[in-house]
């Protein structure tokens, strides 16, 4: 045993949140031992680990971590700040199409952006989150003026649903899925609906001192991750009979749910070209540009794309 263990590579993956459909994949992988059969030795780390202090990003930044899964705003910051060389890069993305939403419950009569004007918007306090909600508002016609507040991110959901905020942030395969799951009614603005680009909401990033020495290694957690993304959408009920008896939290004691779930994920997963991981230039031009665009965000010079991803690990 010892020298099994010995033979088998070391991959710690930082999680950005509570266990979701976000990560279906991952979870499903390491419980059917898939990951052990490859030799990676797969340990995730949750963020509430050390109280919220540390985020993904960070931790992968101090190589405390292989991976970590954060948002296109979190590569932007470390790229674009003034470190002389970026320590971290996106490799992979989990869902090609962004499932980003902003939402107020129907009962309040909110069925518009635009009338968001002057209302309170529960925020998670993350990097233009507030720009995009306020573009969000003005393409609808609105002035894009909210007042925003916020609350430990694990009781977000739950103070809006009581009717604490009148709009807050939402992933329509997960949020959206368990307010139609529990009767609570929604008014859901995609943000690409509403003509405001985002790149990508999940991303896989590694630090880019480790890249080239691990990559053989990160190459075959991509290909065992990717297959078990793909089995979870082709039997999402017996997936979800799985995952809710192998992971030990409130929200995946519902195996209705958690198929729901993954069903209305499928459709984000995978790209038109039913590719899973892979990013395209085109989607990170769209953004970048609409953020300098819209002046928020500023550039001495401009940015070489190759700092913000690669897709090394799918060649």
Known sequence: MRSMLKSMKRIRLALDWTPSVVHAGFFYALHKGWYDEADLDVEFIYPAFDGYNMTPARRLAKQKVDFAISSSESIIAYVTTT???????????????????????????????????GRRYLSYGFKYEEDMLRMLIRNDGGNGEFDSFDREKPQIWDEFIKGEADATWIYQPWEGVKAAHNNVNLNIFPLRKYHVPYAYSHLLMCHVKQLPRKKVVFKKFMEVSEKAFREICEQPESAAAF????????????????????????????????????????????????????KILTLSKPLDDSKLFNNQLFD
């Open 83 to 117: 470190r002389k060389i970026p320590t971290i890069v996106s490799v992979a993305t989990i869902f090609q199409q962004d499932p980003s939403a902003v939402a107020t419950l129907r009962e309040s009569g909110l069925g518009r952006p635009s009338i968001l004007d």
């Open 243 to 294: 995952l809710c008896n192998v992971i030990d939290h409130d929200d995946w004691n519902d195996v209705e749910f958690i198929t729901k779930s993954i069903n209305a994920a499928k459709g984000f997963y995978f790209g038109e070209n039913n590719e899973w991981g892979t990013m395209n230039r085109s989607v990170w031009k769209k953004y970048m540009d609409w953020l300098v665009a819209n």
